[in-house]
Every structure is written in structure tokens, then in C-alpha cells.
Nanobody, 127 residues
Framework: QVQLVESGGGLVQAGGSLRLSCAASGRTFSSYAMGWFRQAPGKEREFVAA????????LYADSVKGRFTISRDNAKNTVYLQMNSLKPEDTAVYHCAASSQIYYSDAYAHAQKYNYWGQGTQVTVSS
């Protein structure tokens, strides 16, 4: 069982930056692929970024490529999402997720590949 707790959300002006963190419980964190998804009011949940268990491979949605960076520190059981050049359309609740299964990297863009989810942290970008 893995429990995920996100932090780091908040209100920021367009063009600003935020760093989200997702702390995981459990001794097997290093064996999980991790992902970030977001959901804006009235919209479907969408993929943002993912990182494989070793950190060797990362995957990004086109909408955030070049602005967001996902990373992980297995010694701290934590995955991060550095968000730069934020836009109002980035406003959403951001959730981290963990997958215990091994897939090709592209598969981690799909929410059904994840076993565990955090409660989310709100990110609001003002124009």
C-alpha cells in the first residue's frame, strides 16, 4: 500500500513558478513509476508528466513540455513537479499517482495504469 500526499500548490501570477512535491509512504517507492495529472473545474482529468522508477525516462504532455520538469528523489520518497512560465490555463487541482507495474514509458500517460492517487493540491494562476 502506498499513500501519496501532495504539497506546494498555491496562487501565482502568470509567468511565475511553483514547485509541487508528492511524498510517498512505503519502502518500495523506488520501484514505482510516478505521474502527475491535473483536473480543472468542468474538465476531464488530464495527464501532465510521468517518470519511470529509476528516473531514466520522463514523459510530458505537449501543453507543458519545455515549461514543467518532473523529477524524483528515491532517498526521500518524493517526486517533484517544477512548473515555470505558468499560464492561467494551468489552473487545476494537481494529483500525483503511483504505478507498481512496468510499462513502456508512453503508457504512463494513461490514468488507468496507476494504482494509487493522492488527494491533490490546488494551483491557481492569475492573469
Amino acid at each position: 500500500q502506498v499513500q501519496l500526499v501532495e504539497s506546494g500548490g498555491g496562487l501565482v501570477q502568470a509567468g511565475g513558478s511553483l514547485r509541487l512535491s508528492c511524498a510517498a509512504s512505503g519502502r518500495t517507492f523506488s520501484s514505482y513509476a510516478m505521474g502527475w495529472f491535473r483536473q480543472a473545474p468542468g474538465k476531464e482529468r488530464e495527464f501532465v508528466a510521468a517518470i519511470t522508477w529509476s528516473g531514466a525516462n520522463t514523459l510530458y504532455a505537449d501543453s507543458v513540455k519545455g515549461r514543467f520538469t518532473i523529477s524524483r528523489d528515491n532517498a526521500k520518497n518524493t517526486v517533484y513537479l517544477q512548473m515555470n512560465s505558468l499560464k492561467p490555463e494551468d489552473t487545476a487541482v494537481y494529483h500525483c499517482a503511483a504505478s507498481s507495474q512496468i510499462y513502456y514509458s508512453d503508457a504512463y500517460a494513461h490514468a488507468q495504469k496507476y494504482n494509487y492517487w493522492g488527494q491533490g493540491t490546488q494551483v491557481t494562476v492569475s492573469s
